[in-house]
């Protein structure tokens, strides 16, 4: 099929309705496949394929929200992806294969269940993924972005007051022929640039992006401007979640479970997910990774001109080399993109916003019933801030069950947080930079087994090691010993960048995650001590590491510190300078 003869407004459209009805209509059993990313998007080039031929769009609208009588979608999703006025009829979705449907049933529903979490699949790139926050999004991008007009006129609105529905409005003139009764009264379109530029997420005031609607800083200190308007995009894949999860009480506002990884029974054929913290939220690194793939996606979709590309398509870039040949545009970074798209005063406005609008679809909400507008900015205000900060600012870490690490020989030896130094390696072999998952992890195992088998060590020696595919892999972690600097291995942690940077640097994105983001967020969780000091392996034992272009970049780096003078490496032999170190990798690493 041609992108020429692809209509989106119709087909593209009616795809994601049908898949949505087919996620709400699981047939229990059936499932064979792999719980991947590829094989959703299977899912939806097997959809595409048939769409023509099926003429769905309006129908299929209506056969979805037949399929959600029993309220299966959340009422904020339920309202701003569908709209109103809908008639429902009967439809046969076009048939997926019994394996597709039975995949579908699998991830029809993000949950989290005795430790358990369910609704996610594996990404080519080692990360996890809700799949519903991410079918959210791209439904709300193809809708436009829909800015919904709260029209309030008072701080409050009576638990017992008829609820007014805001009218919606979108640019595609699909969704408006499906919803004859959709007038745009109080809503705009707005289409904001996307920049991937590097911003600092850590900061209290970072730029707002333009097109953001009435959007002021707030915090606990200054009186936040009450919100008129909400964004759907970021609604129905973020800002709405999170201020449900915060709604549950200041004890929430800080607490470990956001972001929580987890580790998959096995790799090649993932079938069971199991959390890493046995308290866990609904806010799990999968979630918020699907919630951010959707709002990136979702944006870059309102913004595409038609022939908007199909969806496998678009998904197969994203979750590949990069949207539209953009290395940058993929999920490798979604969290440095996600910081791009919305700073921390906007997300404050669409989740206060996100709550007055579930305020109004639901006025016997239990946990918004009798709450004042001044109690949800500060929910609003905590919920982004720890967003952005313990999330958004934060390096993605692979951890060590999904680079697939050998079990610790021993007994390790805890350290005594939080810790004074950071020292900083490059690995010299493997030489080459590793630029994907699979080569990453690859190097990882090779180096654990040099570290066990030829040098006698307990574990890998790195407390952590940076890839140049935009993820931190877990070395000895946070909490125990390494064997990374003689004689300092217990004052600092050590980070090592897989390569060989003598002469060359890594990439932007690694040297971010050393400079700026690893150390920020170890500070704020109270690991590393906010006035640590930042030295090259050379500063305190008799090496080249971490390389003559790599130190000179650490010169200019916040907290080096250049009171410690390199120590000269002895010379080595000429014998040794031809053969270096035996880390040779295996090609059964590459299986």
Not at 369 to 382: K, P, R
Not at 449 to 455: D, E, L, P, V
């Amino acid at each position: 099929m041609s992108f020429g003869n692809w209509k989106p407004t119709v087909v593209v459209q009616g795809i994601l309705w049908i898949l949505y009805g087919l996620l709400l209509q699981p047939e229990p059993g059936t499932a064979t496949l792999p719980l991947l990313m590829d094989s959703v998007i299977q899912a939806l080039a097997e959809l595409e394929q048939k769409a023509p031929a099926t003429e769905i769009g309006r129908s299929a609208a209506a056969w979805l929200l037949s399929a959600q009588g029993s309220g299966t979608l959340s009422p904020l999703r339920h309202f701003l992806l569908e709209g109103k006025g809908l008639n429902t009829t009967d439809l046969d979705p076009p048939s997926l294969s019994p394996e597709l449907r039975g995949l579908m049933g699998e991830v029809a529903r993000h949950s989290v269940q005795d430790g358990k979490e369910y609704g996610v699949v594996l990404a080519p790139d080692g990360s996890t993924v809700a799949v519903e926050p991410l079918l959210a999004g791209l439904w709300a991008g193809l809708q436009g972005h829909r800015i919904v007009n709260l029209s309030l006129e008072s701080s409050a609105t009576p638990p017992d007051a008829e609820v007014t529905f805001p009218d919606l409005a979108d640019t595609s003139p699909g969704l408006s022929d499906a919803s004859p009764d959709v007038t745009s009264a109080d809503v705009r379109a707005v289409s904001p640039n996307v920049s991937t530029k590097d911003l600092d997420v850590g900061a209290t005031s970072p730029e707002v992006r333009p097109g953001s609607p009435d959007v002021q800083a707030s915090s606990p200190d200054n009186k936040a401007k009450l919100p008129t308007a909400v964004d759907s995009v970021l609604v129905v894949t973020l800002a709405g979640d999170l201020g449900l999860n915060f709604l549950q009480g200041p004890q929430t506002w800080n607490h470990s479970g956001l972001g929580i990884e987890g580790c998959w029974d096995q790799l090649s054929v993932p079938r069971t997910f199991t959390l890493l913290g046995p308290e866990a939220s609904s806010l799990t690194t999968a979630f918020l990774n699907g919630a951010l793939d959707g709002a990136l996606l979702g944006d870059y979709l309102s913004q595409t001109p038609e022939p908007r590309p199909p969806l496998s398509h678009l998904l197969s870039q994203y979750y590949g080399a990069g949207v539209a040949g953009d290395p940058g545009f993929r999920s490798n970074f979604r969290r440095h993109n996600g910081a791009a798209l919305t700073s921390a005063p906007t997300l404050t406005q669409q989740v206060w916003g996100a709550l007055i609008l579930l305020q109004r679809l639901e006025p016997a909400h239990p946990r918004l019933q009798g709450m004042s507008q001044e109690e949800l900015a500060q929910v609003a205000t905590h919920a982004s801030k720890e967003f952005t900060e313990a999330f958004l600012g934060c390096p993605a870490i692979h951890p060590r069950c999904r680079w697939g690490a050998a079990p610790y020989q021993g007994r390790p030896t805890p350290l005594k947080l939080p810790l004074g130094f950071l020292y900083v390696h490059h690995t010299y072999l493997p030489a080459p930079p590793c630029t994907s998952f699979k080569r990453c992890a690859a190097d990882m195992r090779s180096m654990q087994r040099f570290h066990q088998q030829t040098q006698g060590w307990a574990d890998i020696g790195y407390s952590f090691v940076v890839g140049s595919d935009g993820y931190v892999y877990e070395g000895r972690g946070w909490h125990w010993v390494g064997a990374h600097t003689l004689g300092h291995n217990s004052r600092g942690f050590g980070v090592a960048l897989i390569g060989n940077y003598t002469a060359v640097l890594p990439s932007e994105a690694a040297l971010r995650a050393v400079r700026d983001e690893l150390p920020r967020c170890a500070v704020r969780a109270g690991l590393l001590r906010p006035d640590y000091a930042l030295l090259g392996h050379r500063q305190v034992v008799r090496t080249e590491c971490p390389g003559d272009r790599l130190f000179n970049q650490l010169r200019t780096w916040p907290h080096f510190d250049q009171n410690v003078k390199p120590r000269t490496a002895r010379r080595a032999s000429s014998r040794s300078k031809r053969r270096p170190p035996p880390m040779i990798l295996l090609s059964t690493d590459l299986q």
